[in-house]
């Protein structure tokens, strides 16, 4: 029955099959949202924000076989543009921000193009390194005496974020936003994962040769793996500078790459839900680690570092206890749920 059940399923249009589950959780969040504090919705929006880049990084790394720790850089990219857009067009239209925001991904696409030709030549730490690079490198230029007045040097640039719509909550219509953002991206990413281009990036991650010898263009098909990530990370910095208010070039340095890279492996590599795993843990673990180091009444020098600590021993930990991800954990525990149902009935 539940072959007949899955390959009823499979028939199903592909947009139907990914859009129902994508509005459905989209409405329940936003449900959600409406019985949460000011504090818990700038949570769930920072969650939503991280989701948007880690989807499209773990499309990058687990589905193209790509290693990027510059995906923090894409996100400056599209903050930037995003702060500079509101900067010299202020608007109190959120469909203009809408615009904005697509602008600002089509901005990190075309800086993930050329990121991805010359990534398409270079393989495992040499395609790490010119990430890295890009990572430390391209964050900086705000700070150069000849770019300071356009993008504001070190005190950045203030985000010009229009007014929610009506007499909604400012920072529930942060959470909306970023929700309604994430719930398009997971939307576009699954119907992407599942179609040709999919199976493409899957074949040139398992074998660069057959795939060449199959047809595929392996380097367009690497290049345009770059576009992808670098589109969503670009719509995530966008979002990131709305819900700060204020982008400066501290915000994104290499430790936003690195952990946008440990949320994607944490939560699952190559898969959708772990990157809304990934997210959740990289958003609430400093919270969690800074409310303990506040319980334990340390001392303040202890209270500052402790969070850091928790937070790199938990990466660590979660990795090596659980290789697949929590992905792979939550499909180990329900395979597991599923064969003690099954073996219940023989047993009587």
């Known amino acids: 029955m539940r072959l007949v059940d899955r390959a009823s399923w499979q028939r199903v249009p592909m947009v139907l099959r990914h859009g129902v589950p994508a509005v459905a959780g989209l409405g329940i969040m936003l449900l959600v949202s409406q019985g949460l504090s000011e504090y818990r919705n700038t949570q769930l929006a920072t969650i939503a924000m991280y989701v948007c880049a880690v989807a499209g990084l773990t499309i990058l790394t687990g589905l193209s076989g790509q290693i990027s720790l510059g995906n923090g850089a894409f996100m400056f990219v599209g903050a930037y543009t995003v702060a500079l857009l509101?900067?010299?067009?202020?608007?109190?239209?959120?469909?203009?921000?809408?615009?904005?925001?697509?602008?600002?991904?089509?901005?990190?696409?075309?800086?993930?193009?050329?990121?991805?030709?010359?990534?398409?030549?270079?393989?495992?730490?040499?395609?790490?390194?010119?990430?890295?690079?890009?990572?430390?490198?391209?964050?900086?230029?705000?700070?150069?005496?000849?770019?300071?007045?356009s993008l504001g040097g070190h005190a950045g640039i203030s985000?010009?974020?229009?007014?929610?719509?009506?007499?909604?909550?400012?920072?529930?219509?942060?959470?909306?936003?970023?929700?309604?953002?994430?719930?398009?991206?997971?939307?576009?990413?699954?119907?992407?994962s599942s179609s040709r281009v999919g199976r493409a990036f899957r074949a040139v991650r398992d074998d660069e040769i057959a795939a060449s010898l199959a047809g595929l263009p392996v380097a367009r098909v690497q290049v345009l793996a770059f576009v992808v990530s670098a589109a969503c990370a670009g719509l995530a910095g966008g979002l990131f500078g709305i819900l700060s208010l204020t982008v400066l070039p501290d915000l994104f340095s290499l430790t936003l790459s690195l952990a946008l890279l440990a949320a994607a492996v944490f939560g699952g590599l190559g898969t959708?839900?772990?990157?809304?795993?990934?997210?959740?843990?990289?958003?609430?673990?400093?919270?969690?680690?800074?409310?303990?180091?506040?319980?334990l009444s340390l001392p303040d020098k202890v209270q500052h570092n402790l969070p850091q600590a928790v937070y790199g021993v938990g990466l660590i930990l979660g990795m090596l206890l659980f290789p697949l991800g929590i992905h792979g954990l939550v499909r180990r525990v329900g395979q597991l749920g599923r064969n003690t149902l099954r073996t219940k009935p023989a047993n009587n």
Not at 169 to 187: G, V
Not at 272 to 294: E, H, K, N, Q
């Open 159 to 192: 985000v010009n974020a229009p007014a929610p719509p009506g007499d909604m909550n400012y920072f529930r219509w942060q959470a909306w936003l970023c929700l309604i953002a994430a719930a398009i991206t997971l939307f576009l990413l699954a119907n992407l």
């Open 86 to 149: 509101l900067e010299h067009h202020v608007t109190t239209s959120n469909g203009v921000l809408a615009l904005f925001l697509v602008v600002a991904v089509l901005v990190a696409a075309f800086a993930g193009a050329l990121v991805g030709v010359a990534a398409a030549r270079l393989r495992g730490p040499y395609l790490a390194g010119i990430t890295l690079a890009l990572a430390v490198g391209l964050p900086v230029l705000p700070k150069y005496s000849h770019l300071q007045s």
């Open 272 to 295: 959708l839900s772990g990157a809304v795993y990934g997210s959740v843990i990289i958003t609430l673990l400093p919270f969690w680690s800074s409310d303990l180091a506040r319980a």
